[in-house]
């Protein structure tokens, strides 16, 4: 969670159905906030990353270190949701789930970008 670490996503500006949004929030405590946000950026570097259809993600820490926003866009659904069900991904998943209190992931579509 370096204040100096630059990153681009790519945002998909059509607003076309051909791209799938997911932005996730999970609920942490500041105590495992930074395990939390080592654990994603480790499952995006070395996993996620490299899924078909992935095309860009960030992670976003909130200054309380109470919750992580994580934005990922897909080149379809079933691409991020193949990825899901994957052995590693979900055993990624089940280790991760010790670190918070909950979390939502909710597909959207672009709607404008500004």
Not at 7 to 33: K, R
Not at 36 to 65: M, R, T, W
Not at 69 to 85: G, I, T, V
Request: net charge negative.
């Amino acid at each position: 969670m370096s204040a100096t670490t630059q990153a681009s996503v790519t945002i998909n500006t059509t607003g076309s159905q051909d791209v799938q949004t997911v932005i996730t929030t999970f609920e942490c405590s500041p105590a495992t906030c930074q395990d939390l946000f080592e654990s994603l950026e480790d499952a995006y570097g070395q996993f996620i990353s490299k899924q078909p259809g992935f095309i860009g993600a960030g992670l976003h820490v909130n200054d309380a270190q109470t919750r992580i926003a994580n934005y990922s866009q897909w080149q379809k659904r079933e691409d991020f949701q193949a990825m899901l069900r994957t052995p590693e991904m979900r055993k990624r998943n089940r280790a991760m789930a010790e670190l918070f209190k909950g979390f939502e992931p909710v597909m959207y579509d672009v709607g404008a970008v500004f």
